[in-house]
């Protein structure tokens, strides 16, 4: 699983943006990436491990969670 840190997010519409830790490229999060997670809102800086989604050229997370990689 990938690891980053979030950017931006919003907790009224639920979508922000994290920053991968490998390339440093822009993740999004929409509205529900949250949905069966531990995380009710995320801060700004909170690191995090995610997977995701290619959809019309952009990345999604499909779900999000904590800890390392492997762990």
Same mark, same amino acid.
Request: net charge negative; glycine share 14%; hydrophobic share 30%.
């Given at each position: 699983?990938?690891?980053? $840190? $979030?950017?931006? +997010? #919003?907790? %009224?519409?639920? @979508?922000?943006?994290? $920053?991968?830790? #490998? #390339?440093?490229?822009?993740?999004?999060?929409?509205p529900g990436s949250l949905k069966g997670s531990i995380f009710r809102t995320l801060? *700004?800086?909170?690191?995090?491990?995610?997977?995701? %989604?290619?959809? #019309?050229? @952009?990345? +999604? %997370?499909?779900?999000?969670?904590?800890? *390392?990689?492997?762990?």
């Amino acid at each position: 699983m990938p690891q980053g $840190v $979030v950017k931006t +997010y #919003d907790p %009224v519409t639920g @979508a922000g943006i994290i $920053v991968r830790e #490998d #390339d440093r490229s822009e993740v999004f999060l929409r509205p529900g990436s949250l949905k069966g997670s531990i995380f009710r809102t995320l801060r *700004q800086g909170q690191r995090l491990v995610f997977e995701t %989604v290619e959809e #019309d050229g @952009a990345t +999604y %997370v499909t779900s999000v969670g904590v800890g *390392q990689e492997g762990h």
